[in-house]
């Protein structure tokens, strides 16, 4: 059923193997990919700006103000102030760091993990399916809030500083959460591995490593996109209902996500917007620049894909 | 086939085994319980209540004893009810099954309509469109999309009732009373569906793309088929495929409820119950739901590897 | 090509999406900026009724209820008899149908309820009793003195597993019938049909309501009662028979809870013919504008109070809590072992800001624990300032003297302080402007948020510096008090205590006269500025709204609508 068209390009692949690998000619053509880029100078601005942007406000070392509680947008407080008088624009910024590496590093981990174990699971079954799977199905019984009750209360005995914990529970979540995309990698690796484009490879007598690398992973990258940018955003929500444990971000430290849970009543949504559009605009807007450098990347990866 | 078959039911037993001692020890790791929930209780209050409860038992001990009562399909006795744990879940689970149901059936068949039209026609002002508004859902916390639909659906508009799932006070019996839920379903199925679309669209979307560029799509079409036949005939059903694994995911959820949706919309439903529940420690409730998830996550998973054979004959499990 | 189209395209919608947003914000800022206005100089706001201004507004949905009166409600646990539930709220729905033989009005005094009268003896260790004339149980069978014995020693056997504590009341033979052989209770004396009195070993002037409580019926509740066996009345949990204004119907899980007016009731039968709780977890507002609901109860603050006003149809009420917000401190800690260090820690805490930011007027600084509802209140003593100066001085006088890094040491130990408290509410206005002040006097807080189970185990467990609380409705100031006793089993304040408080305390319960015991919680209450056992915090109001189709609802701040609703009516608004 596979097209004679893919089995050139694999050929094709092996023949420039020599000059660049896989991997260097998709960057290649990622760099030609408008929309892409695009997408990577979304990030870098998103980046900048929260990083870098709280310097230039006069507003980072002043705390609570209590006479200028829920202002609107003015010259002074470009985006408002929030229910302690605090700038929104600086607190945005500030919340910025978190959300980002919270959001980015818990996408980059649960992806790792669950595209390594999906594939191996599914390339080798038998034995090695049998044990990754049957651990994932464990792991996907347990219930989350206790998990998080117990991570909090060992973090809380331990004296983990209030400002770490969140990056552990990350790594933690990232470590308990990868059954669902493992499940997803695995069904497609079982189907994958029958064409004939793999078959031919056996033929070559490629190593596991190079089939692996050069022709089971690209072809499970559009699904990994999908799924990254999902998690990405779902991160970053959900670092907001940790601080119900104890485990978020604690104020006054300012999270995306905890600046729209702050405006959690009709009351807020009506009367001040400007506490809930910026954070949600600045989630989505992270979320949508990873989704096109995401496309980007699957185009490069496969470009017969981009257009039929 | 049938060795695998046998060989997936034996790996249950372990499986499940595994499943209930990590149940029963995450929960009882965690800080705090039912007795001390309570401000009011003198010290010996507390102690005569943790013996009349089991609390001062070894965990060891305790263990045993609730498997021992599970495999007699004993699931305990809810200490903030006071009443079986079977029929507390009873009383709720039902409800949350019917939204979870309804919304199901919408977001799927929606969100197979949106990815395939947006897989045939990527990149065209109905994909960005589209794309925009899953992205701008999943920036978008759960209680807020339901503050925002009551408001515009219940309080603004009052096309709907704002929550509940029968007018509070009415009597209705028959087609009355299944029309009154119909409405107080509407919005709750809304706000989930919205929330689910996104990322299932998103899925099927890249899975249509990989599909409609493959060879026997072109053959099919080449072949003067037409379109509509190729794309949903030819194309979709190999689309379908990865969906297996996600639908398997779907089965537990039907049952275990929305904890924040059922709260916004004071949806009677497991979820809530499950956080009600876990505010005042009532293991017993919490650790016997838990494990009827638990039960159903692992079954859905068996099938949906079974599935995977019957849907790609080329697929060879061993 | 298409890509490119792609892009602007996306590009365009997200900058409609932006513009709509900002549209939005200019269309509020008129209303807005007047409101910030109100919020520069917070007043306190008083309690008062507020009539509806446009009572016709009332929706529909509400209007077409002609005999229905619908209050919201957390969903209970489902225990209906009293005494026995561990829900707070199964206590709201018990109290609709089990009035106690005491009442408590507004201002936090004894009234009759079920009891008509009662007398103290001259010793005051005698209780007795009188009962209205002619009562009956909703069922029909009258209500008599058997059926208060018969609750009495209830609550006095040995098995009873709920969280009244009625060996408190220390009546006569009482211990000897929960620990031991005897059959009945020997202080208990039936004189006649309406007619009980009560002797007791030691005065205390809780005891005429704690044995003045809610009344079960011995026909219903009693029926193969055995000492030493309460398993048999988990079947009537949901089958409650009471002597209230309202009957019980049904239970809906998660959805109602229906009663019926009771023809039987002492008072006569009520205007309404049905009352619903109708259970529901997260906010009220939304039902309460729809008009499904009669009456709501919403947290206190401007924003709320500006949307009873804006809605038309509300009639407003704003009373005073009877309870108090704090903080507590761990007593066990060296830290907290000097007053001195406690003082700092209150006066170098800007109490007023928080409260102010947090509640916009519809709260006030405690300065002693009762709350102004109390007869027990006084403005005189305590205080509320906020004096960093005198705090830093006091810290020094401790011992704790500024370090390197401007956090306080003594003896190489840095002041680092652990605070506890639950995520959400008070705490997200609280946290920050607590770590400043205590940054300025150079004391480092460190904030953990945890649940409130979690949070309770662990003050249990002694882990924390400073915890936050709040106190349940106090019916007696003593209540607010007990916990600060040396035999006190309270784990938030273990470490605390003297005998000089101790003494203190036991005084304002040795007597049954008003005057002598405000005396006495005086006294109390000085000693307890200068060795205070917590930060007090705050008195917040309650503000609720009733739909003006509905008249009769008079919450207090002691037993919140119960005591009202047998005087619920139905009125049609264009009337009114």
């Not at chain 1, 995306?256 to 009367?271: H, P, R, V, Y």
């Not at chain 3, 026995?84 to 408590?104: A, C, K, R």
């Not at chain 3, 917000?325 to 000097?338: A, V």
């Amino acid at each position: 059923m596979e097209s004679s068209s893919v089995i050139r390009r694999e050929t094709n692949k092996v023949k420039h193997h020599k000059s660049s690998s896989l991997w260097g000619q998709v960057i290649q053509r990622l760099l030609k990919n408008n929309v892409a880029l695009a997408g990577l100078g979304f990030l870098i601005f998103i980046f900048l700006f929260s990083f870098i942007g709280p310097l230039f406000s006069p507003y980072i070392n002043l705390g609570v103000d209590p006479t200028a509680i829920n202002k609107p947008p003015s010259a002074a407080h470009w985006l408002g102030t929030d229910a302690l008088g605090r700038d929104v624009l600086t607190r945005l910024m500030l919340a910025g760091r978190i959300s980002l590496t919270v959001g980015l590093g818990a996408m980059v981990m649960s992806v790792t993990i669950g595209a390594i174990l999906g594939i191996l699971a599914g390339y080798y079954r038998g034995i090695v399916d049998q044990i990754v799977m049957r651990t994932a199905d464990v792991l996907m019984t347990i219930p989350g809030l206790p998990l998080l009750f117990i991570m909090a209360a060992v973090m809380s005995e331990w004296k983990v500083p209030t400002d770490y914990r969140i990056y552990i529970v990350m790594i933690m979540l990232s470590l308990v959460g990868w059954p669902g995309l493992a499940r997803l990698v695995r069904s497609q690796i079982l189907s994958l591995r029958e064409r004939q484009f793999i078959q031919a490879t056996d033929a070559l007598g490629l190593r596991d490593r190079r089939k692996l690398l050069n022709h089971l992973l690209p072809n499970t990258v559009p699904l990994l996109i999908v799924s990254g940018t999902l998690s990405i955003g779902g991160a970053i929500l959900s670092e907001s209902t940790l601080s119900y444990f104890g485990l978020g971000v604690v104020p006054p430290s300012a999270s995306w996500g905890n600046m729209i849970t702050a405006a959690n009543s009709l009351i807020d949504f009506q009367k001040r917007p400007w506490l809930w559009i910026p954070p949600g605009v600045a989630i989505f807007m992270t979320v949508i620049s990873i989704n096109l450098l995401g496309d980007g990347l699957r185009d490069a990866i496969d470009p017969n894909m981009k257009r039929r | 086939m049938k060795g695998y078959i046998f060989k997936r039911l034996l790996y249950l037993i372990p499986t499940l085994i595994g499943a209930s001692i990590l149940i029963f020890f995450l929960y009882s790791l965690v800080p705090g319980n039912f007795v001390d929930s309570d401000m009011n209780l003198t010290l010996e209050r507390k102690a005569e209540l943790y013996a009349l409860y089991g609390f001062d038992q070894p965990v060891i001990k305790r263990y045993f004893i609730w498997i021992g009562n599970l495999l007699q399909g004993d699931l305990g006795y809810s200490l903030q009810f006071q009443r079986p744990v079977d029929e507390v879940l009873g009383n709720y689970i039902w409800s949350s099954f019917i939204v979870a149901l309804a919304s199901l059936i919408l977001t799927w068949l929606i969100a197979i309509l949106i990815g395939v039209v947006s897989a045939i026609r990527q990149y065209s002002v109905f994909d960005t469109f589209v794309t925009i508004l899953v992205f701008a859902a999943m920036a978008t916390p759960s209680f807020f999309l339901g503050l925002m639909i009551i408001k515009f659906f219940a309080v603004d508009l009052g096309w709907f009732p704002a929550g509940g799932i029968i007018t509070t006070g009415s009597n209705y019996t028959g087609w009355a009373y299944y029309k009154d839920v119909a409405q107080h379903l509407v919005l709750p199925v809304l706000v989930l569906t919205m929330l689910g679309i996104g990322g299932l669209a998103r899925y099927f979307r890249t899975n249509m793309l990989e599909v409609i560029k493959q060879d026997f799509v072109r053959t099919a079409r080449a072949k003067g088929l037409k379109e509509r036949v190729v794309v949903f005939k030819h194309a979709l059903r190999n689309a379908l495929l990865p969906a297996i694994t996600l639908f398997g995911f779907e089965l537990p959820a039907l049952f275990s409820g929305a904890i924040i949706t059922e709260q916004i919309f004071n949806w009677p439903g497991v979820g809530a119950v499950f956080m009600q529940a876990f505010t005042v420690r009532d293991y017993p409730l919490l650790m016997g739901f838990t494990m009827f998830i638990a039960l159903l996550t692992v079954f859905s998973n068996l099938i949906a590897d079974l599935l995977y054979g019957v849907a790609d004959p080329r697929v060879r499990l061993r | 090509m298409k890509l490119k189209r792609h892009l602007k395209v996306m590009a365009t919608l997200i900058l409609m999406m932006i513009l709509a947003a900002c549209n939005n914000v200019n269309s509020t800022e008129g209303e807005t900026s007047e409101k910030t206005d109100l919020d520069e100089k917070v007043t306190l706001v008083e309690d008062a009724i507020i009539k509806a201004e446009s009572p016709d507004a009332s929706p529909q949905l509400a209007l077409n209820r002609e005999d229905t009166v619908i209050v919201g409600l957390q969903e209970p646990g489902g225990i209906f008899t009293p005494y026995f539930n561990t829900s707070g709220y199964d206590g709201n729905v018990q109290s609709v149908m089990f009035p106690p033989l005491v009442e408590v009005n507004e201002a936090g005094e004894s009234i009759p309820g079920l009891a008509e009268s009662w007398d103290i003896s001259e010793d005051e260790l005698t209780y007795t009793y009188h009962l209205r004339e002619g009562l009956l149980f909703d069922d029909g069978t009258p209500l008599t003195a058997e059926d208060v014995e018969f609750t009495l020693t209830l609550l006095h056997d040995p098995s009873y597993p709920g969280g009244t504590d009625i060996t408190e009341a220390k009546v006569v033979g009482g211990l000897d019938y929960k620990n031991g052989e005897a059959e009945d209770i020997s202080g208990i004396q039936i004189i006649d049909e309406k007619t009980i009195e009560i002797t007791t070993e030691e005065v205390n002037a809780r005891a005429l309501r704690l044995l003045g409580g809610q009344i079960l019926s011995k026909g219903y509740y009693g029926k193969g009662y055995e000492k030493g066996d309460l398993d048999y009345l988990s079947d009537l949990h949901l089958k409650p028979v009471g002597a209230g204004p309202f009957r019980f119907v049904a239970y809906l899980p998660g959805q109602e809870i229906r009663f019926e007016a009771n023809e039987h009731f002492y008072d006569g039968k009520p205007e309404v013919a049905q009352f619903i709780y109708k259970t529901l977890e997260g906010d009220s507002q939304q039902f309460f504008q729809t008009g499904e609901l009669d009456y709501s109860a919403l947290a206190a603050n401007q924003d709320n109070f500006e949307f009873l006003q804006e809605i038309g149809f509300a009639d407003t009420n704003i009373y005073t809590s009877s309870a108090y917000g704090y903080m507590s401190f761990n007593h066990e800690k060296e830290l907290f072992k000097d007053p001195k260090v406690r003082q700092a820690f209150i006066l170098g805490l800007d109490r007023q800001t928080i409260i102010d930011a947090y509640y916009q007027g519809y709260a006030q600084v405690a300065n002693i624990p009762v709350s102004p509802t109390s007869w027990a209140y006084t403005e005189d003593i305590g205080s509320t300032t906020y004096d960093p100066e005198q705090a830093k001085k006091l810290l020094e006088e401790a011992g704790w003297l500024a370090g390197s890094d401007g956090i306080r040491e003594k003896e190489g130990e840095k002041l680092v302080v652990y605070y506890f408290t639950s995520a959400g509410g008070l705490g997200d206005v609280l946290i920050p402007i607590a770590k400043e002040n205590y940054k300025e006097l150079g004391i480092d807080l460190q904030v953990e948020q945890m649940d409130f189970n979690a949070l309770l185990a662990r003050v249990e467990n002694g882990d924390h510096d400073l915890a936050s609380f709040s106190t349940t409705m106090l019916t007696d100031p003593y209540n607010g008090v007990s916990n600060f006793h040396s035999k006190s089993q309270s784990a938030t304040f273990k470490g605390y205590g003297s005998d000089k408080i101790d003494g203190l305390i036991d005084a304002t319960i040795a007597t049954n006269d008003i005057e002598e015991r405000k005396l006495a919680f005086n006294n109390l209450y000085k000693a307890l500025e200068e060795d205070p056992p917590v930060i007090l915090m705050s008195y917040t109001k309650v503000l609720s709204g009733t739909n003006a189709r509905v008249e009769g609802f008079e919450p207090n701040g002691y037993r919140g609508i119960s005591s009202s609703l047998k005087n619920l009516k139905i009125v049609n608004p264009s009337e009114s």
